[in-house]
């Protein structure tokens, strides 16, 4: 009966603590929040009108029209209202903000992103579009250069538009991938397994790609893809050329920079010097500068004088084979499988033989002398 | 083995006491494997973590050579002075040969194909001694004219590598992978067989341990010039040697 009571108080006593915290909750969120934010119709009340706009310091013309079509069919949509993204403002009129030029307005307003992205946006503060920003040119990218503001939507469908946006300010890049191998699948087959601009060089934190450490990483970049065999088989490609070209001079150079020097310029050929940047053609391409009739131009750019013979040296990343550069494996099987194993063994035994007859003699030896 | 020799007091007869020693080899051979030491360690040295460049202690090797070009720089400079000691050493040769101050006692012949069988029925205990040797046995031999070979083949396809615009100007240039295939490979031959080869005869055979310093002295003592050498200090003294090797079979 006793214990009954107690525990019936004690549901009472939860029960009315549980309650007043939830009132001082509810009424702690009402107090905080504005009493009148403006739903996305009062924004829009003015903003619709096309005329809108304001004069910045410097006399440009700064258009405040908010088109709700792209609004309305951009990936923030009806989910993110007006404030959601302008929370620096809450009341009419509007508190002043400098406006000095178009672009710095741009630039001062861009930070808003980070209010829900800020994971992609700080790791935006480390490419090199933000390091330009910073030190030299106002023009380098923010947010809403490749996003868009209003209409963002999905940056990748279809994956051209990567491509495309990027070509806004890197249109001779783009150019001349748009020839290349890659690019021709992307354009004209959207091909969702060639890379597009942002799978070399990186999403949000592009890096400088003219850096010792850029080139010096760079065959593993090619390497991502080229030693899928998933993707590879598609194409008949061979994943071996990685390994191939680690195995030869060139690419013993760059592995040695790789790992302990990544910040020194090594000037040992990467897949780019032979193959092209942008635009790598198939090397059956007649155009491409892996072409055979194009290597002894290719190989010339380094090693001056080679000749037609010095580019046969060039076996084409295939690994040796009885098919295909029988001599190579041939050296390689006569020595590793044949002549070394056959020598150790031989060698071994002869000495083997040899020990036991010399302590047989010794031991035979100093029988004698005790005797 | 077993022990060829006068007896005592006709080696002491002969003015051939205990510590008398033969000249083995002259200045010129000891300043040749001298460089051969130098060249051979240092190309197996520069070159192997080349060759095994992806594992960890290639890479802390080539760091500690002062990097891969310095250590490419490095494998040249020794291999010209590898390279060079074979030229002299051929050179120097045919000025022996001619001069008739060496003979040609260091090419094989047939008796190194009998002194090699009669050693392997030695092995198995079907001899009761071994095979008398001259200046250079066979097992000598083999390690000679394998270093000859391992010369010949290093520096044809070292060279290729090295040079190989100038190289593919009168050679097809298949050979600068194959080259580099057998240059590798021939380098794990030729340090292998020097570790076990070389190794057990000039340092841990029981009859020299701890090292056979006679390339270095250029001696040989008269004891062991009568056991490994009887054929030549038979030569030497103008007498045969008694074979008293039945007692020790």
Known sequence: MKRESTSRLNITIAALAGAIILTFMIARTLGAAPPDIPGDET?????????????????????????????????????????????????YPHPKRSMVDRRSFAIESYSLCQQCHSVVYQKALDSVHSQVLKTQNQNAPICTDCHGYHNVVKPDT???????????????????????????????????????????????NIKEARTASFRIESPEVCA????????????NISTDVYQTYRNEFHGITTLYYKVNFPTIWCYKAVCTDCHGVHD???????????????????????????????????????????????????????????????????????????????????????????? | ???????????ISLGLQDNVEFIRFSLVRRVEHFLLIISFVALAATGLPQKFNAADWAQWMLTAMGGIETTRWLHHFFAIVFIMEGIFHVVYAFYGLLRRRVGLEMLPAWKDVRAFQHMALYFIGKRQAMPKFGRYDYRQKFEYFAMVWGWLLMAATGLIMWQPTWATNYLPGILIPVGKML????????????????????????????????????????MRMINEHPLEFEEAVGRPAIVEGLKRG
């Open chain 1, 224 to 235: 991502g893809c080229h030693t899928n065999k998933e993707i590879m088989s598609k194409y």
């Open chain 2, 183 to 222: 240059h590798g490979w021939e380098a794990v031959l030729a340090v292998l067989s020097i570790v076990i080869w070389h190794g057990y005869h000039v340092i841990f055979h029981p009859d020299v341990f701890p090292v056979d310093s006679s390339i270095f002295s250029g001696r040989i003592s008269r």
């Open chain 1, 280 to 371: 790598i053609k198939p090397p059956d391409d007649p155009s491409s500068s892996v072409a055979k009739a194009n290597l002894v131009n290719t190989c010339g750019k380094c090693h001056e004088g080679a000749n037609q013979s010095f580019t046969d040296a060039w076996t084409g990343h295939l690994p040796p084979s009885p098919e295909k550069g029988f001599l190579i494996w041939a050296a390689q099987a006569a020595w590793a499988w044949f002549l070394i194993p056959v020598t150790v063994v031989g060698m071994l035994v002869h000495i083997g033989f040899d020990w036991r007859k010399a302590r047989q003699h010794r031991r035979r030896e100093s029988e004698d002398e005790s005797r």
């Open chain 2, 1 to 11: 083995m077993n022990r060829v020799s006068l007896s005592e007091d006709v080696l």
């Open chain 1, 158 to 204: 279809p994956k051209t538009r990567v491509s495309q946006t990027c070509a806004n300010c890197h249109r001779p890049i783009f150019d001349n991938y748009v020839g290349s191998v890659h690019g021709k699948a992307l354009t004209t087959e959207d091909n969702p397994d060639v890379p597009v601009c942002t799978d070399c060089h990186g999403i949000h």
């Open chain 1, 43 to 91: 924004c829009l009340g003015c903003h619709a009108a096309k005329s809108l706009s304001t004069v910045t310091d410097k006399g440009e013309l700064l258009s405040l029209y908010v088109d709700k079509a792209a609004l309305d069919g951009s990936v923030h949509g009806k989910q993110v209202g007006c404030t959601g993204c302008h929370s620096d403002i809450k009341s």
